[in-house]
């Protein structure tokens, strides 16, 4: 890299060693990558947060439930969040209400675990979607100080080796892989800091969600049993 006046963070990629450069693009495309998937979970969890309020708000209004099913899964989308649960909760136990009036040996105790297993598969489920991309988020914070830092150590290997060359250290020896060393740290936190502060975030909304979540099945679980 040649010392010019102009100093522009262009110039400075520009004029940075192949190996900075290499771990500026792997950095700049970690970036892009994270930044996309902040804006889906973004969409994701205030969507999903948006169902399971309207959706509570119906199911604690006292109406049939057998309407409630009806009008869940009346719709071409699929029921998701909370209503998912509640769709798969409630099917299994019709499915088994009515095999219990079939044999009479079923135990109402069947009934109700197979409503359990079914919602917590549906849980499983909807947190499965809610936790998507989180470890990429994860990775990013954690290993993009570091591939940064392994840019810093090459520029200022590279600023050694400049000053090895010439019999008086001067500023112009020194400036390209200093500054190269900086630009490499600086993109590594431009691409960490986001990233970890989102998980974060999101990590503790995907918590809040599924305690939501748990205590709706509690609760639903109360209600069928007490139907049954």
């Not at 262009?10 to 940075?16: E, M, N, Q, V």
């Not at 169902?51 to 099913?69: A, C, I, P, Q, R």
């Not at 630009?183 to 995907?206: C, D, E, H, K, Q």
């Amino acid at each position: 890299m040649s010392v010019a006046n102009d100093m522009s963070l262009f110039t400075l990629i520009s004029g940075a060693s192949l190996p900075v450069q290499a771990v500026l693009v792997i950095l700049l495309i970690t970036s892009l990558f994270s930044w996309w998937y902040i804006f889906i979970k973004v969409a994701t969890i205030r969507h999903a947060e948006t169902e399971s309020e309207e959706f509570e708000n119906k199911f604690w209004t006292g109406g049939d439930l057998g309407k409630l099913y009806e009008s869940v899964t009346a719709g071409r989308r699929k029921p998701q969040g909370m209503a998912s649960i509640f769709e798969a909760g409630f099917k299994e136990f019709i499915r088994h209400k009515q095999q219990a009036g079939i044999e009479a040996k079923m135990d109402i105790s069947d009934v109700m675990e197979g409503s359990r297993r079914a919602m917590r598969a549906a849980y499983n489920r909807e947190l499965d979607d809610l936790d998507a991309h989180l470890p990429f988020l994860a990775s990013v914070g954690s290993v993009s100080p570091y591939i940064g830092l392994f840019g810093t150590v090459w520029g200022i290997m590279n600023a050694f080796r400049g000053l090895s060359s010439v019999a008086q250290a001067t500023l112009s020896q020194v400036a390209p892989g200093i500054a190269e060393a900086l630009v490499a740290t600086a993109i590594g936190l431009f691409a960490a800091i986001p990233a970890v502060i989102a998980y974060n975030r999101f990590a503790s909304s995907v918590d809040r969600l599924s305690v939501r979540y748990e205590s709706f099945m509690e609760e639903f679980t109360n209600i069928l049993q007490r139907k049954s």
